[in-house]
């Protein structure tokens, strides 16, 4: 095992943040996997589910059985978790910039797509490893030799430079309030698929672009863009595939779940055959995969009290009573019902709704959206 150190850009004179990463297996491994937790901090299921794969990861790195390259950072964000504000963790939203942590990371594709038909040729494996160098390379060049100007954009591009050489990324999330679930591309879930069986998926959504920017999809779209722009006259594959595991609500900071979704990980790396030993037999998938467009952000259309009728990790029918928002003043009593049949996932942990917010959210099957497909 391998600590390494990244310092951030500092927001103020006396204060020093950093990203810590941990490297386990042999440095040369033909495969790579980074798994980082709590980008959004206040979501702290996979900081323990990182933390447990450190012991697991130092085992079988002893035993030799580790037979690809693992880089884990269990604190993605140093910045967020810092943000408390009178005993309540603010982890989702930037203070400085109020951006979600969680989007508009570097779109460095153009740079990466400039003159690259002069470097490509007909072998997939040299063309993956020219395209993962300028990637780095380009990342480099936004990094500098200063550093960028803000904390949140040197923590974004820290955090892309350690994953982009990976063939997975797995970002580690959790919802509100919520069963274990999944969002990853089409070409990316024969993938995953194995891995959202072990781990119980109960709703796996599908999207190329859901318009945000995010950490997951930094990676993919590039290498979606250099298929779109050279596949037709080089071999291309996709060199990075992303996945990013919602580890159920935010209350789930528990030793059993992080024990199961940790194993998770490690009989997915052996049914890829990058841990020694036999996986054990594949698990039913909960739910089948739905398109990200197909699902469904429940609002409240009042504000008022909320009461849940429904729980998460139940399939419910179109019409279906989610909730009731209650307005104790007037009387008035507004059902929130599931406008088409699927998989209820997560909910709000707030009671007090406000009018609009989102209280529930549903993976349908009818796609209905599109442009911009995640939540604030
Ligand atoms: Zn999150």
């Not at 005993?87 to 203070?95: A, E, H, N």
């Not at 990324?169 to 993938?191: I, K, M, N, R, S």
């Not at 599931?338 to 709704?353: D, E, I, L, V, W």
Request: charge should be negative; hydrophobic fraction near 40%.
């Amino acid at each position: 095992m391998e600590h390494r150190k990244h310092p951030l850009t500092s927001p103020v004179p006396g204060t020093e943040r950093q990203i810590d990463s941990f490297h386990y297996g042999p440095a040369d491994a033909e495969r790579h996997l980074y798994i980082q937790g709590a980008l959004h901090a206040d979501e702290l299921p996979g900081m323990l589910v990182a933390w447990t794969l450190k012991q697991r990861l130092a085992e079988l790195e002893a035993q030799g059985q580790l037979a690809c390259r693992v880089t884990l950072v269990p604190v993605a964000n140093p910045v967020g978790l810092d943000q408390q504000l009178m005993d309540t963790p603010l982890g989702r939203y930037d203070f400085e910039s109020l951006t979600n942590f969680n989007r508009r990371y570097a779109n460095v594709a153009d740079e990466i797509a400039d003159g690259l038909d002069a470097a490509l040729n007909d072998d997939i494996a040299h063309n993956r490893d020219v395209i993962r160098d300028r990637f780095e390379a380009a990342l480099d060049a936004a990094l500098g030799k200063t550093g960028p100007t803000t904390t949140l954009e040197s923590m974004r591009l820290t955090l892309q430079r350690l994953a982009c050489r990976a063939d997975f990324v797995l970002d580690l999330h959790c919802d509100f309030d919520a069963v274990e679930h999944l969002y990853t591309t089409p070409a990316a879930w024969p993938v995953f698929e194995p891995l959202a069986r072990y781990f119980g998926a109960k709703a796996n959504m599908l999207a190329t672009d859901s318009g945000g920017q995010s950490f997951d999809e930094c990676f993919t779209l590039v290498w979606e863009r250099l298929q779109q722009t050279f596949g037709d006259r080089f071999p291309l594959d996709y060199g990075c595939q992303s996945v990013t595991l919602e580890l159920r609500g935010q209350r789930d900071v528990d030793h059993d779940l992080a024990a199961h979704d940790a194993q998770a990980i490690i009989d997915w790396l052996r049914h890829l055959g990058l841990v020694a030993g036999e996986a054990p037999p594949l698990p039913g998938l909960p739910y089948p995969a739905t398109e990200l467009a197909a699902m469904d952000f429940l609002h409240a259309p009042i504000g008022g009290l909320l009461v849940f009728h429904a729980t998460p990790g139940m399939t419910v029918e179109a019409g279906q009573l989610i909730a009731e928002i209650i307005d104790p003043i007037s009387d008035r009593v507004e059902p929130v019902r599931a406008p088409q049949a699927g998989m209820f996932y997560a909910r709000s942990q707030r009671r007090m709704a406000t009018a609009g917010m989102i209280v529930a959210d549903i993976a349908g099957h009818r796609s209905h959206r599109s442009g911009y497909l995640l939540a604030p």
